[in-house]
């Protein structure tokens, strides 16, 4: 593919859209199902949704599956850190349908981020003429203590590895809860110059929240802190792109994004533009998974690649 589209879109123009494909996950969070209870089912041909091989005795996973049991047209189950299936199940689905051009819609509210950018990988390789991707995300409200994550790894997400050629890098944080798994990270990745950016959100006190969990990490170490919309994929993609404008042709960049799934996609958006540009993701485990509920809000976004 040659061409990369990113557009904001309404939520209910995505209700009303024709989809050859859905993808959904079911995971333990009680948004797994929210934007799939939705859906006029007569718009989509096929319903895929992929379920996570672990904690399925964990919150709202039992309930999900017995919702998505009744919708699905194709289970998968898999690990959260292994995105090969997703390729298998759509190079497959492209065989058996012997289609030129592919309109999928995917719910990444819940899913491992190794699975829905393994979706923008494989469309951007796609022998296809067109594929074009709404991804929609519901906000969720977070309640009860968030533990902290410990670090197992820290990995270039597949397909993103960049390149590294020259001797100064620069380092880009987003900004989340989780300030001292970015402390950690800082210290392994000795940047020389680094960024940092949180997310413009409506939820009230969120900035401010954000950035005193990470006063040391904003005060010490970082340029000023950048704020990208929540709400807007296609502005942040945009404007991260807009950030690593100068740099392009004198450092090794890399993105570690710890905020929101929106920031994320934005992320691999930009790294999908620009194959130099690492992106990075911290493998890791929480004591007990955080509680997040639907606020009824959604993010969407219409990702296109073309010949």
């Given amino acids: 593919m040659d061409m990369l589209n990113v557009l904001d879109i309404d939520p209910h123009a995505v209700l009303i859209n024709q989809y050859d494909l859905a993808v959904f996950s079911c995971g333990y969070e009680a948004r797994s199902k929210t934007y799939s209870e939705s859906i006029n089912r007569r718009n989509i041909n ?135 798994t970015t402390l950690c990270v800082l210290d392994k990745l000795e940047p020389s110059v680094v960024h940092s950016f949180i997310a413009g959100s409506f939820f009230e006190n969120y900035i401010d929240k954000t950035e005193s969990y990470n006063k040391e990490f904003i005060d010490n170490y970082s ?39 929106p920031h994320v996609l934005a992320a691999a958006l930009v790294s999908l533009k620009y194959s130099e540009i690492i992106n990075l993701y911290v493998k890791g485990k929480r004591h007990s998974p955080p509680i997040v509920k639907p606020n009824g809000d959604y993010v969407c976004t219409r990702v296109s690649f073309s010949k």
């Fill in 46 to 180: 096929k319903i895929l949704t992929l379920y996570f091989s672990d904690s399925r005795d964990v919150g709202y996973r039992r309930q999900n599956e017995i919702h998505f049991n009744e919708i699905s047209d194709d289970i998968v189950e898999m690990k959260y850190d292994d995105d090969l299936p997703v390729y298998e199940y759509l190079n497959k689905y492209v065989f058996d349908n012997g289609t030129r051009s592919l309109k999928i819609m995917v719910d990444y509210s819940s899913m491992s981020r190794l699975w829905y950018i393994s979706i923008l990988n494989w469309a951007r390789y796609a022998e296809l003429d067109e594929v074009l991707i709404d991804f929609v995300y519901s906000v969720g409200d977070y309640s009860g203590a968030i533990t902290p994550l410990v670090i197992d790894e820290i990995l270039a997400i597949p397909g993103h590895e960049g390149v590294t050629t020259h001797s100064k890098t620069l380092s880009i944080f987003g900004l989340g809860y989780d300030s001292l």
């Fill in 223 to 261: 340029e000023p802190v950048l704020y990208f919309p929540f709400t807007s994929v296609e502005k942040t993609y945009r404007m991260m792109s807009e950030l690593i404008s100068p740099y392009r042709d004198e450092y090794n960049i890399s993105f570690i994004p710890m905020g929101p799934k």
